[in-house]
């Protein structure tokens, strides 16, 4: 009867801990479960991507035809960035140049729109218009400005033809991109020069004819202040000094546009002769 009752009273307390231990165990399961779970969907994804760069790359191939590794020696060559996309400007081939110019990999602009990264919202009616003409046959050489991965802005001179496959059907546009970057900046200075030169050549043919007219007024009031009555003559003089002054101010314009040589100023070298104690 006693050990009965020990073996009653002690029960509970066994349970609980046997409930404890399974209940840790379980969430031990669990935590391993969801590890095993998060490497597996990694994994998948790892795998879907080397897919995808597979299929690009074979893609790549397949664009380049017969002698593809030996084309694709040829494009890496380059100085241009080669850049090969279908008739919807999908990229299907770019070289190791062109990935430089943009900041994008081939991995992240093959099977992808390149003109929705590289230009602006407001200039894609127009380079699709281009594509059009260049499906119906048309080559042309032109200069864009597009926008890299970095944010940063290059001007490309890029020259597209059509993009044959080997029945010689049009299947695409092939262009050869150069960065004109720094010539393009050249022109822009340039084109600064020329304007303040044209500035210059206004602002002489002003200050000319503007000194005409002062000249003669200025005559004409010393003329007038030679017999004019004294109650006037100092009205007469501030309007000398007036003139005078707009004409200094005509001169500084016409040194600023570098159409008149700068007045240097006669130095009486007697005085300085006399000091340093050179006189006889």
Avoid at 42 to 58: A, H, I, N, S
Avoid at 61 to 69: A, T
Avoid at 103 to 117: D, I, N, P
Wanted: proline fraction near 2%.
């Amino acid at each position: 009867m006693d050990s009965t009752q020990k073996f009653n009273s002690g029960a509970p307390g066994n349970t609980t801990h046997r409930q404890r231990s399974v209940l840790q165990a379980l969430k031990g399961q669990r935590a391993e479960a969801a590890k095993v779970k998060t490497e597996v969907q990694r994994l998948k994804r790892r795998v879907r991507d080397l897919e995808d760069e597979l299929g690009k790359r074979k893609l790549q191939m397949e664009v380049l035809g017969e002698g593809g590794e030996h084309l694709h020696a040829i494009a890496e060559s380059l100085e241009e960035g080669l850049l090969i996309t279908d008739v919807n400007d999908v990229v299907l081939y770019m070289n190791t140049r062109m990935e430089e110019l943009t900041g994008y990999s081939a991995h992240e602009l093959v099977g992808q729109k390149a003109f929705r990264l590289l230009l602006p919202r407001d200039q894609w009616k127009t380079l699709l218009e281009r594509n059009k003409q260049r499906v119906e046959g048309m080559v042309e050489r032109y200069e864009i400005e597009i926008k890299r991965k970095d944010g940063n802005f290059i001007w490309l001179e890029i020259s597209a033809a059509p993009y044959r496959n080997i029945d010689g059907e049009i299947v695409g546009t092939l262009g050869a991109h150069t960065d004109i970057t720094a010539r393009k900046q050249l022109e822009e200075q340039l084109f600064q020069a020329q304007k303040m030169e044209s500035i210059g050549q206004l602002t002489t043919g002003i200050a000319h004819n503007f000194n005409n007219i002062l000249m003669g007024s200025m005559g004409n009031l010393e003329l007038a202040l030679m017999d004019a009555p004294e109650v006037i003559k100092g009205y007469l003089q501030e309007a000398i000094d007036a003139n005078q002054e707009a004409a200094d101010l005509i001169k500084e314009l016409m040194i600023f546009s570098r159409r008149t040589d700068v007045e240097k100023p006669l130095i009486d070298l007697a005085p300085i002769i006399k000091e340093r104690g050179f006189n006889s």
